[in-house]
């Protein structure tokens, strides 16, 4: 019969302690829906039989310092720069652990990551490697949680935080890959960091749990210090043939450099030609999606607003409308000005779509792939990944989602459009961010495979922040770092909880929220109330939200300020952002 292990029910009783939230959103995380499957649908763990490992490749001597390091402890950060063969050392912990009979379980932060992590693990595990994830139609969920409440033998989890929720028994490694990435924090109730969870699993099995980053987040970083925790530095790239990468820093406001395209420097353009002449990749980052991100009238100025929230619609060309990235509105694109009757409309500030247009006209024949979030399921990076390394594409676009983790053996040069673009968010975050970025993506090349040309384009030439990404300078932005977080109080010298209210009205919002306020300062000392204040966004989806936000150094004094809200709000205890 199928159960949820004692580890299980602890870690919901601590998530219930640590993360406040309603009981059934909770258990919610660990339980399938549906009714059981049939019993012939479930692989019978004893056919299943014990996968013969095969031989791996030979650890380098970086990574053999590293296994040695890492015998005897319980929590470590594995701090390994972009192409150290992380990735190497997980598979052989994992190795370790299966040959102990104990399972394991390798987070990602993507879905889309988790096809390669697959087929490297399932080369040396076979069948026992097994993924979950929210693609997943419920009864493929389902079926895989069944599966697993009933095996005994050990087995390997690969999938985004929802993995850390199966019912797995025994076991000895945990691995946070990217442990960097804002996407390990569920961003509904009951508003976890997979961190914090899956150290408390690990400690629960009484297992190795391991986050692997180039690029680590600033406030786990420091806790690791603040505690003596080990700090695992990797530098060495884990390929023996050693290439160099150059790097071409273009500075936007000289114009000249941009002749061919108003978007693309010359010097990246002739360098994406002479790699496709020779059959080598070329990767360009744009973290904006669509064809252009503001639609307006140079006569009068009017701009598309989507009419549910404060945000500019997207220009989409290739079906010619305008749709909002917030609540997913779309509207037909007018043929002249609604304000003025004018038709002297321009779409102004780049995205995918249209630098893939751009590219096309002047590099026809290029075979040109764009990933992002308007992509369907097939079209994905995790679907088109091994047609992507094998060389089947000579053009690279995309966001976020291919600036991390991905492999590509053919790939020789790399172009961030507009790396300082997120240095304009206001947000305490905003610098960590563009750094990881700006580290993540430059890390795509230089990984022993090829030399490798790296273009950063900027309004920034100079910023300290660039320099010390393209460096790999952690030390130093940290440093710099600590020195702003210390001086406006922001973590990691104080835990934050970020308080919602949502309305009707702008008017309504600020209402609600000032009494929340009021009540906070009568019955809560050693707090710091700051706000409120609209939300960076004030009308999302037909509401105006307001936002207040606490700050104290006792994380338990904001558990106590969350007892006493009203339902008529919600929050986010150890917020990623305070948009």
Known sequence: EATLPVVSIELISWLASYYPAPLGSITELFTPSGSMPKKDQIIDDKLAGAAKIKELPGLTTEQKRVMDKLAGESTVMLHGDTGTGKT?????????????????????????????????????????????????????????????????????VIGPRS?????????????????????????????????????????????????????????????????GLPILRMTEQAKTTKHITEHIVVDQRDRSSFSRSPWVADELLKSIEAAININEQSLLFLNRRGSARLVMCEACGWAAHCPNCDTNLTYHQD??????????YEGKVPTSCPDCG????????????????????????ARISRFDRDNTKQESIGKQYTKVANGDTDIIIGTQTIAKGFDLPNLSVVG???ADSGLQIPDFTASERTYQLISQVSGRVGRGYRPG?????????????????????YASFYEHELVERKKYFFPPYVFLLKISVSRASSAGA????ESIVDGLRANHQKIRIE????????????????????????????????????????????PNDLL
């Open 531 to 574: 706000g409120p204040t609209p939300r960076f966004i004030e009308k999302l989806a037909g509401k105006y939200n307001w936002h207040i936000i606490v700050k104290t150094t006792s994380r338990n004094r904001l558990l106590n300020v969350i007892g006493s809200l009203p339902q008529t709000c919600t929050y986010n205890i150890d």
């Open 163 to 227: 993995a850390l929720f199966v019912p797995v028994n025994n076991i000895g490694f945990v691995a946070m890959d990217e442990a960097h990435d804002t996407a390990y924090k569920q961003e509904q109730s009951p508003y976890y960091q997979t961190s914090r969870v899956a150290s408390r699993l690990a400690h629960l099995h009484k297992a190795l749990f391991v986050m692997g980053t180039a690029t680590p987040n600033i406030t786990d970083y420091f806790a690791f210090k603040q505690k």
């Open 453 to 473: 040309k790296l273009f950063i384009q900027t309004f920034k030439p100079d910023n300290s922040l660039i320099k010390f990404a393209l460096n790999r300078d």
């Open 510 to 513: 600020k209402r609600a929220a």
């Open 319 to 328: 079906k010619h409308i305008m749709r909002c990235h917030s609540c997913d």
């Open 88 to 156: 190497r050392v997980y598979v052989e912990l994992a190795k370790q652990a299966y040959e102990a009979g104990k399972s394991s379980i390798v987070l990602t932060p993507e879905i889309g990551l988790t096809a390669q992590l697959i087929n490297t693990f399932r080369e040396v595990f076979g069948n026992n490697v097994y993924t979950v994830n929210s693609h997943m139609t419920p009864a493929e969920r389902r079926q895989i949680w069944f599966e697993l409440a009933l095996k005994k033998s050990p087995v390997i």
């Open 342 to 365: 004018k038709s002297e409309l321009v779409f102004k500030s780049i995205g995918t779509k249209a630098l893939e247009t751009e590219l096309g006209r002047l590099l026809p024949g």
């Open 416 to 418: 961030v459009i507009q």
